[in-house]
């Protein structure tokens, strides 16, 4: 069947649209392997990798042709090569910022290898953090990178890199972002602003090129809540936001209490019957399994008391009201330092607000709450971040709020839904703005480190 509609048009992607982004890719390596080569850097074997996909990725399509009249196949096709296209964008984006040092950090990494030798607890060195129970030593990490690790590291063991897993999670993290948003009623323009925004103007940029513990524990977790939020705007199946939104929970503990929420936009927004709903249940019901299981092995617990064993014993308050106001100061009123000392503006070394990194957050508030969606959404993200506002830390030794990013997945929603079509000129500047920021982070802690 022929489209002639010119907004269906512009709501969809066209093999001209891969095209560009593969481009874009091609033009990221070739800027980011002359820098590296003027600097005397060294060229990582994912910077080598990034490269040879995106240029075989732009031949490929420049062999596609489009037909005439275009089919419901083509824009199938069109709509699944975007896709990889921005995979590959952002997959050289990273490799290339990311720089050649690999992070110490690489707990997930030391479980998936105790995982194929058979046992939980891992070989942690001192700059690990470890909870220490008796002569073994575990992990304080949730356990799903771990799971995602071990194909990796049964080929190359303690070297598999945790720094390029990483890189390839963040950009699949990216890949998802954009098809998600094509559920919505968004140009692509949009689209793609919205996506540079998650992508670049975040700080899941700083977390995806740093790979320590902490952040791939984050990437993970969008990963999987971007794919049961796909599911859920899509086909809408129980079965399948119940599986992605359970092992959300194994990435990061928040995201259990966010089921409810699921269940309400399958039942309220999707209509789907009380009986439909109960195939959500065998996905949560296998992460609680697997994770009461994990920790009676470790700790004789059904509860991951890693963190405990880990502080000082007068020191093992986790969760109390007391801790409120400085993580709510750091989530929205933490600012950089100033001085006279070049560049001026410096990162704090316990973070910086969501204001102060991205901006454009801001835009999740234009979303109406006359619609039911909204306001599920929003009482998700307002769930996700719950726990970390009453938590003993508020994240530290950070650029930006980590302990937050499980939510933007939810506040990138928001942002779609009150983006009405397309983007004005107020959100494109409040995206370039979060843009230029996280772009002054990354480059600050690439040089000069944290602490300055």
């Not at 998936?112 to 942690?124: L, S």
């Not at 705007?233 to 194994?250: C, E, M, N, S, T």
Request: charged fraction near 10%; proline fraction near 5%.
């Amino acid at each position: 069947m022929g489209r002639t509609d010119t907004r269906a048009d512009a709501m969809r992607p066209t093999l001209a649209t891969s095209r560009e982004f593969f481009a874009v890719a091609v033009v990221i390596v070739v800027v980011g392997c002359a820098i590296i080569f003027r600097h005397r850097w060294i060229l990582t074997r994912i910077d080598i990798v990034s490269g040879i996909v995106a240029l075989g990725a732009l031949a490929y399509s420049l062999r596609l042709a489009d037909p005439a009249p275009m089919t419901d196949e083509a824009i199938k096709r069109d709509e699944l090569l975007s896709q990889f296209a921005v995979f590959v964008v952002f997959l050289a984006f990273y490799a290339m910022t990311a720089g050649s040092d690999t992070s110490p950090y690489n707990a997930h990494v030391r479980q998936a290898f105790a995982f194929i030798h058979g046992h939980t607890y891992i070989d942690a060195p001192n700059y690990i953090e470890h909870a220490q129970v008796g002569p073994y030593s575990y992990q304080l990490h949730p356990i799903l990178p771990a799971i995602l690790l071990m194909p990796f590291t049964a080929i190359w063991g303690m070297n598999t890199n945790q720094n390029y897993f990483s890189i390839i999670v963040g950009a699949l993290d990216m890949a998802l972002a954009w098809r998600l948003l094509g559920h919505f009623r968004l140009t692509v323009n949009a689209r793609k602003w919205l996506t540079v925004f998650f992508g670049a103007g975040s700080i899941i940029w700083y977390e995806t090129v740093n790979g320590g513990s902490w952040g791939v524990s984050m990437v993970v977790a969008i990963l999987v809540t971007l794919m049961a939020f796909d599911e859920t705007f899509d086909q809408g199946r129980p079965a399948v936001v119940g599986f992605f939104a359970g092992i959300a929970g194994l990435a990061r503990y928040d995201l259990v209490f966010v089921w409810p929420v699921y269940l309400a936009l399958l039942l309220f927004w999707r209509r789907r019957s009380i009986r439909e709903l109960f195939w959500f249940i065998p996905g949560c019901a296998l992460t609680v399994a697997i994770y009461v299981t994990f920790n009676f092995i470790r700790y004789h617990s059904p509860f991951d008391r890693g963190v405990v064993y880990y502080m000082p014993k007068d020191q093992q308050t986790l969760f109390a009201f007391r801790f409120f106001p400085g993580n709510f100061f750091t989530l929205f009123f933490m600012a950089p330092g100033l001085n006279g000392n070049f560049p001026y503006i410096h990162p704090t070394f316990g973070g910086q607000s969501i204001l102060t990194t991205s901006p454009a957050f801001l835009l999740a508030l234009k979303a109406s709450c006359r619609r039911i969606e909204t306001v599920l959404i929003a009482m998700g993200a307002l769930i996700a971040v719950t726990p970390s506002l009453f938590y003993v830390g508020n994240g530290s030794a950070q650029f930006g709020t980590r302990h937050y990013l499980q939510a933007f997945p939810f506040l990138l929603i928001l942002m779609a839904l009150g983006a009405h079509r397309r983007i004005d000129q107020m959100s494109r500047i409040l995206i370039t703005a979060s843009v230029f920021m996280i772009t002054w982070g990354v480059w600050y802690v690439r040089f000069y480190g944290l602490g300055g």
